[in-house]
Each structure stands twice: as C-alpha cells, then as structure tokens.
C-alpha cells in the first residue's frame, strides 16, 4: 500500500532553533518527493521537489534531503523564525504519467519566542 | 497569493441544507482537483478534471457533486450532507496532468455540518 508517514506529528521549538522533520514513504513507482508548507487556514505552498536522483534541495532556511534507497526524506529548518509555526506535509508523486499524489499527515511546527 | 481563489471561505450547513463551493484559477491551467483534508488526517483526493472532463472519482459519496464548466472554474454541489463530511475542502489546479507539475492549491473553504 501506498503510505507516507511522517515524524513527529508536532514539534515546539524556540525561536532561532534549527529543527529536522522526517518523511518515511512506501510508494512505487516514485515520481518526485515534496515539502509543502500549511499556514492555518491556508492551502499548500510547495517547499521544495525532488527527484529520483537529488539528494538535496534548499530553499532559503528550508533544506530538504532524500535517500531513495532508504526511502527516507527530512525537511531541516535553519535559524527558526515565528512565521515558521505551520504544519510541514511530505508528498510523494507516483510516476503513472498522472499527477496522483500520496499525502502524508503532516508535522504541525509551533515556534515560539 | 497562489492564483486560485475559493468561496466562501467558510460554511456551515445544516443536514438537510444545498450548498455549493467554488474555486477559480488564474493560471491558465488544465486541470483541477478537490481534495477534502479532516483534522490530523492526510488529504483525501476527491475529484480531477482535466480540461473540462472528469477523470477520477475517488469513491466520493454521490452528496458531493463536482461541476466543472470550463478550465478556469470548478464547484462542489452539497446535499444532504453529514456531521463526518465537516472539514476543509481545498481546490487545486496545475498546468497539465502528470507527475512533473506542480499543483497549486487555494485556501480552502472550511465546512461545518451541523
């Protein structure tokens, strides 16, 4: 079955913290892996995306990584800043040539002064 | 801002109550999705339209009727709902169909059933 779990369902850090959140995926045929970020009522905003063959991809503090042969991918978060409280969801593309999308629950990240 | 809007932002409806909500793109995209996110669960696929054309019905209850009249606009029909269906329903959009695009998502429209 299809799965992406993620780790851990919520976090606290303080502000200028780093932190690491994981992704651990079950899906075949991958396609490409993202971070989407959530504000509170708010859609998804792509993070990053990576695929088959990135290890890596920043985006400003954002700096994801992906091993595809553990299936493991993190979202490491530099120098933490308050407009970061949000919940941070990895998403997973299979590649059916179709834009289906494997969604995991999410981290909700709070980040206090 | 993403380019695609949704109305209203929130409802709340009773069990016997239709209601309808609606999503715009101004990406000049192909395709639309509805997708339903409940609290601490995964979003849920619900529908896809690519040009127009329903291409996937996700087992979706036949109170939830999607309408697509062109690329631009998709609404969701509400009939007869239930307390479960209570969530957020969001409305994304992307170029074409296919694993290399990137959906954008509107801010959602947070459903309450009483």
């Known amino acids: 079955k299809n799965q992406v779990e993620q780790s851990p369902q919520s976090l606290i850090i303080l502000e200028g913290k780093n932190c690491t959140l994981q992704c651990n995926y079950t899906v075949s045929p991958f396609s490409n892996l993202r971070w989407y970020k959530q504000d509170t009522g708010r859609g998804p905003v792509s993070l990053t995306i990576m695929t088959f063959s990135e290890n890596t991809k920043s985006n400003g503090r954002y700096t994801a990584t992906l091993d595809a042969d553990t299936k493991q991918s993190s979202l490491h978060i530099t120098a933490s800043q308050l407009s970061d409280s949000a919940s941070y969801i990895c998403?997973?593309?299979?590649?059916?040539?179709?834009?289906?999308?494997?969604f995991g629950a999410g981290t909700r990240l709070a980040v206090h002064p | 801002e993403t380019g695609v809007t949704q109305t209203p932002r929130h409802l709340v409806m009773g069990m016997t109550n239709k209601k309808s909500l609606k999503c715009e793109q101004h990406l000049g995209h192909n395709a639309m999705y509805w997708y339903k996110q409940s609290a601490k669960k995964p979003l849920e696929l619900m529908f896809v339209y690519n040009f127009k054309e329903q291409t996937e019905n996700n087992s979706v209850p036949s109170r939830f009727s999607p309408e697509c009249p062109n690329s631009s606009h998709l609404f969701l029909h509400l009939h007869t709902l239930q307390p479960e269906d209570s969530a957020l329903y969001l409305c994304?959009?992307?170029?074409?169909?296919?694993?290399?695009?990137?959906?954008?998502f509107g801010p959602g429209t947070r459903l309450t059933v009483l």
């Open positions: 994304a959009s992307s170029q074409e169909l296919g694993e290399r695009n990137e959906q954008f």
């Open positions: 998403v997973v593309t299979l590649a059916y040539g179709y834009n289906k999308l494997i």
